[in-house]
């Protein structure tokens, strides 16, 4: 089974089998620890994304006003790309062994190891969090202290933009690193906006490689 994507979006490679666990920090920092290097080597450069995600994500960047956080940043070439286009952008991570190698490929750009629910900034400090299907280990429950977390972190006039896993109704799939949840557009939105966002544009699209497999954006403004 091919690898799926953490942080860095639709694309497909590999052949491995399926773990299965509770989707704890614990338990995803080790599966993604165990096959880092793997994982960066399929997936960890913007040239092995989609186009409309390149373009989505750059096209968001450039109405940041500020600086960003790549929340869940993976191997960091988003966080490496966010930097390109002149953003004054960091990228966090779970994983110790991400926030390693993305060190030593993008040595110009800042990353640390940090949960997502303790983001480690000040209040309002940042323009925008990318949240790029970094939020889909979490479990269903944990959503919610995320956003909150990523409200506190956001000014007032800042956006988050989410790529995420979408589906008719929440649930658990193996995901060829460790279980993942697809989530239902409408019921994402609503603990978006319980979290003090307005949901300003959602899109969803099938992967023709996966057609198990549809995929989700939402951007929202801090409200």
């Known amino acids: 089974m091919a690898l799926e994507p953490r942080g860095s979006g639709p694309a497909e490679t590999g052949d491995h089998p399926v773990v299965r666990a509770a989707a704890?920090?614990?338990?995803?920092?080790?599966?993604?620890?165990?096959?880092?290097?793997?994982y960066t080597a399929a997936l960890g450069s913007v040239s092995a994304?989609?186009?409309?995600?390149?373009?989505?994500?750059?096209?968001?960047?450039a109405r940041c006003r500020g600086p960003v956080i790549d929340a869940g940043c993976g191997p960091g070439?988003?966080?490496?790309?966010?930097?390109?286009l002149g953003a004054d952008v960091e990228g966090v991570d779970?994983?110790?062994a991400f926030v390693d190698l993305a060190t030593a490929r993008f040595p110009t750009v800042p990353y640390r190891v940090a949960n997502l629910d303790d983001l480690a900034r000040p209040d309002g400090s940042v323009a925008g969090i990318l949240?790029?299907?970094?939020?889909i280990h979490l479990e269903p429950e944990r959503v919610p202290l995320v956003l909150r977390e990523f409200r506190?972190?956001?000014?007032?006039?800042?956006?988050?933009?989410?790529?995420?896993?979408e589906s008719d109704r929440l649930e658990p799939f193996p995901h060829t690193v460790t279980e993942a949840y697809s989530w239902p557009v409408d019921e994402l939105s609503r603990l978006v906006e319980d979290a003090g966002f307005g949901v300003r544009h959602t899109r969803t699209h099938p992967n023709p490689k996966r057609p198990d497999r549809r995929h989700g954006t939402?951007?929202?403004?801090?409200?």
């Open 24 to 38: 704890t920090d614990e338990v995803v920092g080790a599966a993604y620890a165990a096959r880092a290097e793997e």
């Open 49 to 61: 994304m989609n186009p409309p995600d390149i373009q989505l994500i750059s096209a968001w960047a």
């Open 77 to 84: 070439h988003w966080t490496q790309l966010l930097a390109d």
């Open 94 to 96: 779970l994983v110790p």
């Open 131 to 135: 949240a790029w299907y970094s939020l």
């Open 152 to 165: 506190r972190c956001l000014a007032d006039d800042g956006t988050l933009l989410v790529g995420f896993y």
């Open 218 to 223: 939402l951007l929202a403004g801090a409200t």
